[in-house]
């Protein structure tokens, strides 16, 4: 069976006081994915900040129901810093403008829509 994989085609801005606005949004190629179950799966975003203190955030929205928190992962200054996500299939992987989430061994389970999120911390 096929799964459909989307995610949000918005571009979220962040703002911080007396900072120029950062922003994150999906790669436009990853926008709509079909895949087929126990496929590996990469979704990507690419960002901007001029803070080096930035984590990101990935989330999913099942059909009907409230955004579920996945994972963050640390890029820049945090690099180090990641959460151990419940779902070992799930892992991300970031860099200075991106952040890209992998899911190995796709379930049906997995269609939803996919969020991605920036935060500047101090």
């Known amino acids: 069976s096929l799964l459909y994989l989307l995610y949000i ?14 922003t994150i949004q999906p ?4 926008a709509n994915l079909v895949r087929k179950e126990t496929d590996d799966v990469s979704l990507k975003c690419s960002y901007q900040s001029t ?12 059909s009907d129901k ?3 928190y ?7 200054a945090y690099s180090s ?10 892992q991300s992987k970031t860099d200075d403008t991106s952040t890209e989430l992998i899911i190995t061994g796709l379930k ?3 269609s939803a829509l996919y969020y991605c999120a920036l935060r500047v911390t101090q």
């Open 51 to 62: 803070s080096s203190n930035i984590l990101l955030y990935w989330y999913r929205q099942r």
């Open 9 to 22: 085609h918005n571009t979220y801005y962040i703002f911080n006081p007396g900072v120029l606005a950062d």
């Open 70 to 76: 996945l994972l963050y992962k640390g890029a820049k």
């Open 108 to 110: 049906l389970t997995d």
């Open 66 to 68: 409230a955004p579920e």
């Open 81 to 90: 810093s990641q959460s151990s996500p419940t779902d070992t299939r799930l």
């Open 27 to 30: 790669v436009e190629e990853d």
